[in-house]
């Protein structure tokens, strides 16, 4: 069963003015399970980790992963390049280059989409490939 996001919302301020304190035993175990399980389905229908935005790169078509690194070489260069260089060589006032960190996949998965928020799945998993492809550690 799907709810609406104002649904759900109306469901929880309804929660929040039920004085869960008074409650006893079962009727209060139920109730947070309930919270909690609706946040988790919730989460689970609407959230996204950067792993899965990311995607795994090993499974890619050599085709795609060329056509996936393009455009995220593409993207990188004009978002990117003016801080970090074309390949991450540029030294930071924050640290090392970008291509000397030892970022892991779901690290540059979660900076990339914090930087492109608004872009399309497919561009910010280009991106990342992209950065992966120059990283040097991990």
């Given at each position: 069963m799907k709810v609406s996001f104002?649904?759900?919302?109306?469901i929880i301020l309804e929660l929040r003015s039920v004085k869960v304190g008074t409650m006893r035993g079962a009727r209060?175990?139920?109730l947070?399970?309930?919270m909690v399980l609706s946040l988790g389905g919730w989460l689970f229908a609407y959230g996204q980790s950067p792993k899965q935005v990311a995607g795994a790169d090993t499974s890619l078509a050599k085709e795609e992963r060329e056509r996936l690194l393009a455009i995220g070489k593409k993207l990188f260069v004009e978002r990117c390049a003016k801080c970090h260089d074309e390949r991450g060589d540029k030294p930071l006032g924050s640290g090392p280059p970008l291509s000397e960190r030892k970022l892991s996949n779901g690290e540059i998965a979660r900076s990339v989409s914090g930087r492109f928020k608004d872009a399309p799945d497919e561009q910010k998993r280009a991106v990342a490939l992209y950065v992966r492809s120059f990283m040097k550690g991990k």
């Open positions: 104002p649904a759900r919302m109306c209060k175990t139920a947070v399970t309930i």
